[in-house]
């Protein structure tokens, strides 16, 4: 399945658009749906010289071939350094761009910048004051626009203010919000919405996930992209998590931290702290549900495990330590010991099961 036909309503916006197409499209949804491959595929299909009745880029003109080989001479890609290294770009749609570049003074040298920076930027100059190789348009995407910081959205701004004619913008979002309102006002807003499930799951079936693909998928909240890179990146967390929290309510809250610890340092990717507590706050968020007698959103195969645990606490306390998660989220991002982190984290998890009464987290 290509990403128009997963995101065909999108598809259709996008090519509904092309008899007057403005310079600047904000193409925007969720994180991990696949915004960033939909932006790509549209504008390979803008610079294709074959494409078919459905807009669909032939893959095999000259175009085609200079965009796959990412050498089209009318296309820019601007995206943080850190997202060239990332297998996946589209996967990348689901990491934090307010992680900012940090310097990795431990390994002596600095990591790949998470933001678009201003030379990124400036390096459009050229770019947009030639014409084109081609008969075509000169396409810039910016991945994810709110990437930029505050002197590259400003540089970008004055690009959109003054188009040059037959330059297309294309900004890829996940959190429009964030970017500057006069850039917002100069694009045209396309929504990309969150697939529905039957094509995420087939689109993750012929991307190789095998039969828990609608498991990955309730994991990653409904987003296809997400669940493939959850099941990719995050299996070794989930598997330490789970096989505390299958445990149900009579587990040893410091075996759990030792355990679990092993796994974070396993982890050889960034925050992987953070994750873990990011996938215990699906699993409270589940636990809640449970206890109101709802089915869960994210863990759908653990359901009865839910259910019993939920029977021995509260809504209210559940509330109350998924508050708590909301702190322990945060104070992750700090350098922290680990263990004795995990470990608080695990003997206020195991009190939601031995008392119905209020828990000393509990907000008053
Ligand atoms: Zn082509």
């Known amino acids: 399945m290509e990403i128009h036909a997963l995101h065909s309503e999108a598809w259709g916006r996008l090519n509904s658009l092309r008899s007057r197409l403005p ?62 290294e990332h297998d996946r770009a589209s996967a990348s749609e689901v990491a934090s761009p307010a992680d900012d570049a940090v310097s990795d003074k431990s390994a002596g040298k600095k990591k790949p910048s998470r933001q678009i920076t201003i ?125 505390e929290l299958l445990k149900k309510t009579k587990f040893d809250p410091l075996g759990a931290a030792a355990s679990l610890e092993r796994a974070v340092k396993a982890d050889k990717r960034r925050n992987a702290l953070k994750r873990a507590i990011e996938l215990m706050q699906k699993w409270l968020f589940d636990l809640f549900l449970a206890c109101k007698g709802l089915l869960p959103r994210y863990f759908l195969a653990h359901v009865e495990v839910l259910r019993h645990c939920a029977a021995a606490s509260s809504a209210e306390n559940i509330l109350a330590f998924n508050r708590k998660s909301l702190e322990y989220r945060l104070f992750c991002e700090q350098p922290v010991n680990s263990r004795l982190f995990l470990e608080e984290v695990f003997l206020n998890y195991a009190a939601l099961f031995v008392t119905r009464r209020r828990l000393p987290c509990q907000v008053q």
């Open 23 to 84: 310079h600047a499209l904000l193409i925007a949804g969720r994180p991990g749906i696949g915004k960033f491959d939909l932006a790509m595929y549209f504008a390979q299909s803008m610079l294709c010289e074959q494409a078919g009745d459905d807009f669909a880029p032939c893959g095999k003109c000259l175009p085609c071939g200079w965009f796959l080989r990412k050498n089209h001479p009318d296309f820019r890609l601007l995206q943080p350094e850190s997202e060239k």
């Open 119 to 243: 030379d990124q930027s400036r390096a459009l100059d050229d770019f947009l004051h030639v014409g084109a190789h081609r008969r075509g348009a000169r396409i810039v995407l910016v991945h994810p626009a709110e990437a930029m910081n505050r002197a590259t959205a400003n540089s970008l701004l004055k690009s959109l203010e003054e188009p040059s004619e037959g330059a297309l913008f294309l900004l890829v979002s996940s959190e429009f919000s964030r970017l500057l309102p006069t850039i917002r006002s100069r694009c045209l807003f396309v929504p990309v919405a969150l697939p529905e499930a039957e094509k995420c799951e087939e689109w993750l079936h012929r991307s190789g996930v095998g039969k828990d693909a609608k498991n990955w998928l309730a994991l990653a909240g409904g987003s296809p992209f997400l669940a493939a890179q959850l099941l990719k990146e995050e299996q070794g967390l989930l598997e330490a998590l789970l096989a």
